[in-house]
């Protein structure tokens, strides 16, 4: 089956800096779009960023100039560079990919498990 598995989340202080990482593992035919979404407590699930084969990237207005999402075709995996961290970036950051595999016909949804990430004032 397809399997998303994200690293790289944690604990930083305001002003600081992480970088994600998620890797995509199955039988794969193609990966359309990668990207991540977050979900704070007691708030619904948002984009990030995401970035769309081809290359064509696009972020949530929060984090436009903050952060930056990057890909490698090769490895099958997505990074989000995060700089400058809020207290309100705090919360939980799941992979997101839309896949073509050879378990299912057509474009599927995949999530990784989350990965947390907290910044402290």
């Known amino acids: 089956q397809v399997q998303l598995v994200e690293s790289g989340g944690g604990l930083v202080q305001t002003g600081g800096s992480l970088r994600l990482s998620c890797v995509v593992s199955?039988?794969?035919?193609?990966?359309?779009?990668m990207g991540w979404y977050r979900q704070a407590p007691g708030k619904q699930r948002e984009l990030v960023a995401e970035?769309?084969?081809?290359?064509?990237?696009n972020y949530g207005d929060s984090v436009k100039g903050r952060f930056t999402i990057s890909r490698d075709n090769a490895k099958n995996t997505v990074f989000l560079q995060m700089n400058s961290l809020k207290p309100d970036d705090t919360a939980v950051y799941y992979c997101?990919?839309?896949?073509?595999?050879?378990?299912?016909?057509?474009?599927?949804?995949?999530w990784g498990q989350g990965t947390q990430v907290t910044v402290s004032s």
């Open positions: 970035i769309i084969s081809g290359g064509r990237t």
């Open positions: 997101n990919a839309r896949i073509v595999s050879y378990y299912h016909p057509g474009e599927s949804d995949y």
């Open positions: 199955g039988r794969i035919f193609s990966i359309n779009a």
